[in-house]
């Protein structure tokens, strides 16, 4: 695998005041999901629903080739968040994410864009590690030279 085929997209949106008669409709959000999903090219694996005891607030995530969708769904609130990354390139994340928007009715609602995968130079790569083999060798080295100075002897 080649770093490129690492990098996607993450976008994370939170909707704020969404309809009530649509995220009180478990069945509807998993329909309208399935539906982005195949129509923006998430190419959709499986649907997974964690629903609370109380029945307050759900989770629906879409397993997609390469990628995912998660929603988080407070119905008391109105509140929904979602998660849509994709590293498949015939993906449209964006569509999905507006597709989104529009099916819950949002008033107002918070975007973030990530780029995922961007791992920089290959120095940026390397893990970074404290060795103390290096320390104790300039321990070493500058205990030579404080011989050196110590027992040189002093001219006349």
């Known amino acids: 695998m080649k770093v490129k085929d690492c990098k996607g997209k993450l976008i ?11 995220i009180n ?11 982005g999903c195949e ?7 499986q649907i997974v629903v964690n629903e609370d005891e ?4 759900y989770s629906v995530v879409a397993v997609c080739k390469r990628g995912h969708v998660t929603l988080h769904v407070y119905k008391e609130l109105g509140f929904v968040t ?15 994410s507006r597709s989104l928007r529009v099916f ?12 995922r995968g ?17 320390f104790s060798r300039r321990t070493r080295s500058i205990g030579n030279e404080l011989k050196k100075i110590i027992l040189k002897p002093r001219s006349l």
């Open 118 to 134: 961007d791992f920089g130079s290959v120095a940026d790569m390397k893990p970074r590690r404290n060795s103390k083999i290096k």
């Open 54 to 57: 109380e029945g307050k607030e």
């Open 25 to 35: 409709d478990l069945e509807g959000v998993k329909a309208e999901l399935a539906k």
């Open 39 to 45: 129509a923006f090219g998430m190419a959709l694996s």
């Open 12 to 22: 994370v949106v939170d909707m704020y005041s969404c309809k009530d008669n649509v």
């Open 104 to 115: 819950f009715g949002t008033d107002k609602v918070k975007i973030t864009l990530l780029d």
């Open 82 to 96: 979602a998660d849509v990354f994709s590293c498949f390139e015939a993906a449209r994340p964006a569509d999905l």
